[in-house]
């Protein structure tokens, strides 16, 4: 009876929390009036949610877009005298004679000698967030792997294309009620930014971070390291999450994690707004939600900000857009899941690394292979040259698995490790045809800091003129990086109708691929299905590859290869080629072989076979 006493106290608790989140009052822009002392929300350090006071100068219009507008204010108490606006305070709510105005959300310049900040409006978050379009193509990002900090922040830039969030020149912004402060308004609309947002990375090393930094930095992110360790000792959250608490966004948990902070500003029933500006202004997201913990306030004269690490997942952020980001409370997401086993020869043992990376366009393949690459180089080292060997499978709902295996070998092994694994990812939440569920990411990777390289330096066969119907030995020599010689035997078998001469092909899988695409012009895959067994097929580079071919004409059509095809054929594809998907081909393929081999093959070479009884 007590137990049911307390269940249903609790009940009546939380709905009486549900009923006061929603009737929390608001006030329009239009009645703020210069000189109005309002009171914000913070936590400053801890879980506590602190108090300080914004004073009223007024409100600057078309600030941040065509009737976007910004509550300007004076801030005063806690830290801010000495701190300024502080980073990480985006969201902070503030509160006019009890009822909610907005956001704190913009600061004034760098080296404020006052912290003057800028409040949108709450209606403008609400409105905003209640958009229900898709991801804009534009925001569709072409990063190119293996990663550099200059090619993605280029790729960053040319995708996103984004509106900047604030006025570019000072005619654009009028300050309304301070008409004693002559051109203010039309200088301060220029000078107003996003408060920075703490990005908290933890378990990456200096290297990665170092990739990842000046891309955040330049999109109004303040990198800091998450003090993830004594979280024993944290003070509890006090109570379910309200206005004024510190809330983050993660990108990538587990044994790393990656993931920024801010601070919530509403709460109506299920629904949460926080930010007061954009991440990057995606659109419709699916981050998870999650409670986050501040340490402490560190000072800075350029940009003082607060040290916090994400926490549990408390629900899913599904909207990023110009004036807030918002969410639900409840489960989070669908994440992907990456198990990866790492083994190497140095007698360290088998670890084995779990984390998350969340399911988008834009940030999953780039999370994924940052964690990555970084687990490599933090147990194998960075410079020198170093082999890898990669199996594994990218598990999709409703799919074939993709199978991963390859080996990469050199001074760049771990980042084209890295970005091989990370193909696949890239190709399925990028594709145009349909919504692709990947269920989890399994990786076995063997390491040596040995360069298991090979190139292929000749082929021959025994007997030069064989007759049709006969399997024949050819002779391929590779000499490895240390110049041993090393000869492989792949039987051929030449078919029994074949006749006058042949070309043999002996070849890496690069360079094979690159050939077939360029002598078949193979159309791109048109489905999920097509994608995957197109990525199923594609050649490793530890493999030597064996083709036969002959002079007789063929054809591609709508993708699939047709060889040796009688006269008669041939003249009807190529009398109905206004399709475009057709193309001719000039030989045919009699036979494919390939050997594996412990090495990663580089080279081609070729062969003229003239066969006998001719």
């Given at each position: ?358 399911k988008d366009q834009m940030f999953g393949p780039l999370m994924t292979y940052t964690a990555l690459v970084n687990t490599l180089t933090s147990y194998e080292r960075q410079f020198g040259t170093s082999t890898y060997s990669v199996q594994g499978r990218l598990k999709i709902k409703g799919h074939e698995p993709i199978a991963l295996d390859n080996m990469f070998a050199g001074e760049n092994a771990a980042s084209n490790t890295s970005a091989y694994i990370v193909a696949p990812i890239t190709a399925m939440v990028n594709n145009e045809y349909e919504t692709v569920d990947m269920e989890a990411l399994e990786i076995s990777v063997k390491s040596t800091e040995q360069p298991r390289t090979a190139q292929l330096e000749r082929v021959w066969l025994d007997d030069p003129r064989p007759r049709p119907g006969r399997t024949i030995p050819l002779k391929v020599l590779l000499r490895t990086y240390r110049g041993e010689d090393i ?128």
């Open positions: 009876m007590k137990i049911r006493r307390v269940a249903i106290v609790l009940s009546l608790s939380l709905l009486l929390l549900s009923t006061l989140r929603a009737a929390t009052p608001q006030m329009s822009v239009d009645d703020i009036r210069p000189g109005m002392v309002g009171v914000g929300r913070t936590v400053f350090n801890g879980t506590r949610v602190e108090e300080f006071k914004a004073h009223i100068i007024g409100v600057i219009e078309n600030v941040i877009g065509t009737q976007r507008n910004l509550i300007l204010a004076r801030l005063e108490g806690g830290p801010l005298a000495d701190t300024g606006v502080i980073a990480g305070m985006s969201g902070s709510p503030v509160y006019v004679d009890g009822k909610l105005i907005g956001a704190v959300s913009y600061s004034l310049g760098s080296f404020p000698k006052e912290p003057i900040a800028g409040i949108t409006p709450i209606a403008e978050m609400t409105d905003a967030t209640a958009l229900a379009a898709t991801r804009p193509g534009g925001a569709r990002v072409d990063v190119t792997f293996p990663l550099e900090p200059e090619s993605l922040l280029a790729s960053f830039r040319k995708a996103l294309n984004l509106n900047r969030p604030f006025t570019e020149r000072a005619g654009d912004a009028q300050l309304v009620g301070v008409s004693s402060v002559s051109g203010f308004g039309a200088e301060i609309g220029t000078m107003m930014r996003p408060i920075a947002t703490p990005l908290s990375i933890s378990g990456f090393d200096t290297r990665a971070a170092d990739v990842l930094a000046p891309t955040f930095r330049n999109s109004g992110f303040v990198p800091v390291g998450a003090a993830a360790a004594a979280r024993a000792g944290m003070a509890e959250f006090d109570g379910p999450l309200k206005p004024g608490d510190a809330v983050g966004v993660t990108f990538v948990s587990g044994d790393l994690e990656l993931g920024a902070t801010g601070t919530v500003t509403h709460i109506d029933d299920n629904k949460v707004y926080a930010f007061g500006h954009p991440m990057y202004n995606l659109g419709p997201i699916e981050f998870p939600m999650t409670r986050a913990y501040v340490y402490t306030v560190l000072p800075s004269l350029f940009s003082s900000a607060k040290l916090s690490s994400t926490g549990e997942v408390i629900g899913t952020f599904n909207q990023d857009r110009a004036t807030a980001i918002a969410g639900r409370l409840g489960s989070g997401p669908s994440l992907l899941p990456v198990t990866m086993t790492l083994e190497a020869d140095r007698g360290i043992g088998t670890r084995t690394f779990h984390f998350n990376a969340v000869i492989q035997t792949i039987p051929i078998e030449i078919p029994p109708n074949a006749r006058g001469t042949l070309a043999l092909t002996v070849s890496d899988g690069q360079r094979l691929n690159q050939t077939e695409q360029r002598e078949a012009r193979l159309p791109q895959p048109r489905s999920v299905p097509q994608i995957v067994k197109a990525l199923n097929r594609a050649r490793r580079t530890n493999t030597i590859y064996v083709k036969l071919m002959s002079s007789d004409a063929g054809a591609v059509v709508s993708g699939e290869l047709l060889s040796s095809l009688p006269p008669s054929v041939l003249a009807v594809i190529e009398s109905d080629r206004s399709g475009g998907n057709t193309s001719a081909l000039q030989t045919a393929t009699l036979g494919e072989w390939q050997l594996r081999t412990e090495q990663a093959i580089s080279g081609v070479r070729s062969l003229t076979i003239q066969l006998s009884g001719n």
